[in-house]
Nanobody, 119 residues
Framework: QVQLVESGGGLVQPGGSLRLSCAASGGGFSVSAMNWYRQAPGKQRELVATIASGGTINYADSVKGRFTISRDNAKNTVYLQMNSLKPEDTAVYYC?????????????WGQGTQVTVSS
């Protein structure tokens, strides 16, 4: 059973930085893509950044140049470094991965960590 635990959220002023972490357990980390999503109040959950098992990275246009996703396979952890934060980055941030089993794809989510950007 895959478990994801996020940490690192908090309150930060506009222009500030935060680093989110997501620790994974349950196996398969190094061969799986890892994703960060976020959901702001009243809005749909959106994909922020993805890092494939081979290291290919993609970002949402809204965070390009400000956020950096990385992974440490030795620690089964994925990170999201967030710089130049804006009030519109305020959201609950979720770690996500998928596993295939028996011909089905299952999504796994962490509990989320709140990021609030405000002066």
């Amino acid at each position: 059973q895959v478990q994801l635990v996020e940490s690192g959220g908090g309150l930060v002023q506009p222009g500030g930085s935060l680093r989110l972490s997501c620790a994974a357990s349950g196996g398969g980390f190094s061969v799986s893509a890892m994703n960060w999503y976020r959901q702001a109040p009243g809005k749909q959950r959106e994909l922020v950044a993805t890092i494939a098992s081979g290291g290919t990275i993609n970002y949402a246009d809204s965070v390009k140049g400000r956020f950096t996703i990385s992974r440490d396979n030795a620690k089964n952890t994925v990170y999201l470094q967030m710089n130049s934060l804006k009030p519109e980055d305020t959201a609950v941030y979720y770690c996500n991965t998928m596993r295939a089993a028996g011909g089905l794809i299952r999504n796994y989510w962490g509990q989320g960590t709140q990021v609030t950007v405000s002066s």
